[in-house]
C-alpha cells in the first residue's frame, strides 16, 4: 500500500519518510489513532516504504518485488499479529492468515467487528494469546529473508492477555538487529504501561476533508466534487468515508431512504413506517449506521440552508429536495433530531435491535417534525 493510498495526514506521512530517510526509525512504534483512523493501513505503507527495493523522496515506488509482495501482505518480512477467536484449531494468528488478507485487501479499514465478521467468530472473544507471544519470539530469532530488515505488526495490542503482553516486554525492548515492530491501537488504555514505555508513540490524527477528498477521488476514480460531499459526510472519519464512497453504499441510496423515512414520519403512516423499518432492519448494521450519518449531515445541512444557503453540499437533486425539507428543521427541534440520530448511532453499534430502535426514532421524529 502506497502513502499516497492512506487517508492520512500529510504532515504525518512526511514525518515518517523522513525517519527513514535520516534513519532514525525506533525499534517500537505505537502508531495511535481513532476509531474509525488509518493507523492500520498507515502501518502497512510505512512498511511498504522501510522494506521498498527503490523508494522516492515521497512514496514507496509499488512496482519492486518487496512492494508488490506487501500489496498482497505476502512478504516473507512482514509479521502480521491479530486477534483472534481461540479454538482448538486456532492458536495464533498464522492459522487465519488466508482470512485476515482477505478482510484486509478488500477494506484496509476494518474494525474489529469487520474482522470478525469474515470468519464467523460468532460471540467468542477476540484474544492475543501467550501461543502467540512465543510465534512473534520465534519468528524474530530467524534472519532476515530479503536483507533489508524485518516488522512484526501486531493490530490491536490491547487485545494481548497479560501472559501474552508480559512474555513479549524482553524482545520489544530489545529485538534483533534490523527488527522493527509496529503496534496499531485505538485503544492505548487497554495497553499495559510496560508495553506503552517500550515504543516511541506516532499519533495518527484524523486527516483533514480535503486530504480524504484527495485519496477518495483517486481510490474510487469519482470527480473531486463527489469526493468531497463523500469526505464532508464522513467527518473526517476515513473508515466512515470509504464505506460512504463504496457505490454499494452511495449516498444516493441514503438519499432515498431518508426521504421515505421523513415523510412517513412527518404524518406518522404507521403501516408506511412499519414497511420502512422492516426494510431498514435487513441492510446490514454498517449501512444502518451510514444512513444515519448521513441523517446527521443532512439536518445540519437544513439549519444552514436557512442562514448559508450557498455552501450546503450535496446533489441538485437532494439540494431541491432541502428547499422543500429545511422549513421542518428548525431551532426548536435541531438539537433533539440530532441527539436523537446520534443515540441511535451509538445503540447501533452495540448491536440493539434495529426494528424497535427505529420505531422508537420514528415516533420521536414525528414529535419533533412537528414541534412549533
Known sequence: ??????????????????????????????????????????????????????????????????????????????????????????????????????AFLSFPYLNLNDWFDAFDAENKQPIIAKDESNEIIRKLSYTSYEGRGKVMLIWMP???????????????????????????????????????????????????????????????????????????????????????????????????????????????????ISTWVDDFARIGREKQKQFLIYALHTFRNCILMKHLPTVVSGTEEEKEFLQKFHPYINTQNHEGLAELFDNAFYHIERNVSAKILFMDVALKTNELLNKK
Not at 502513502?3 to 527513514?20: G, N, S, T
Not at 530517510?21 to 489513532?33: E, I
Not at 463523500?230 to 426521504?259: K, M
Request: proline residues 5%; contains cysteine; charged residues 20%.
Open 158 to 272: 490491547e487485545k494481548m492477555n497479560a501472559d501474552a503482553a508480559n512474555k513479549i516486554l524482553k524482545i520489544l525492548e530489545e529485538p534483533p538487529e534490523d527488527t522493527f515492530f509496529f503496534l496499531v491501537s485505538s485503544a492505548s488504555d487497554g495497553l499495559l504501561p510496560t508495553i506503552i514505555s517500550r515504543t516511541q508513540l506516532i499519533k495518527v490524527n484524523l486527516p483533514s476533508t480535503s486530504e480524504i477528498t484527495s485519496v477518495i477521488t483517486t481510490a474510487f476514480n469519482v470527480s473531486q466534487g463527489h469526493a468531497q460531499h463523500v469526505a464532508e459526510l464522513a467527518q473526517q472519519n476515513p473508515r466512515e468515508a470509504f464505506l460512504l464512497a463504496d457505490e454499494n453504499i452511495a449516498s444516493t441510496q441514503n438519499f432515498v431512504l431518508f426521504q421515505t423515512f421523513m415523510r412517513c414520519c412527518l404524518r406518522f403512516d404507521a403501516f408506511k
Open 1 to 102: 500500500m502506497l502513502f499516497a493510498q492512506v487517508a492520512a495526514p500529510i504532515a504525518l506521512k512526511k514525518r515518517l519518510i523522513e525517519m527513514i530517510s535520516t534513519k532514525r526509525v525506533a525499534h517500537a512504534l505505537l502508531f495511535l489513532g481513532n476509531e474509525g483512523g488509518a493507523q492500520l493501513p498507515l502501518a502497512i505503507a510505512f512498511a511498504q516504504y522501510l522494506l521498498c527495493q527503490n523508494p522516492t523522496d515521497t512514496d514507496s515506488c509499488g512496482t519492486c518485488a518487496s512492494c508488490i509482495k506487501i500489496n498482497k501482505l505476502a512478504h516473507p518480512d512482514l509479521n502480521l499479529v491479530f486477534p483472534i477467536a481461540l479454538s482448538k484449531d486456532v492458536r495464533f494468528s498464522d492459522h487465519l492468515m488466508v482470512e485476515f488478507r482477505e
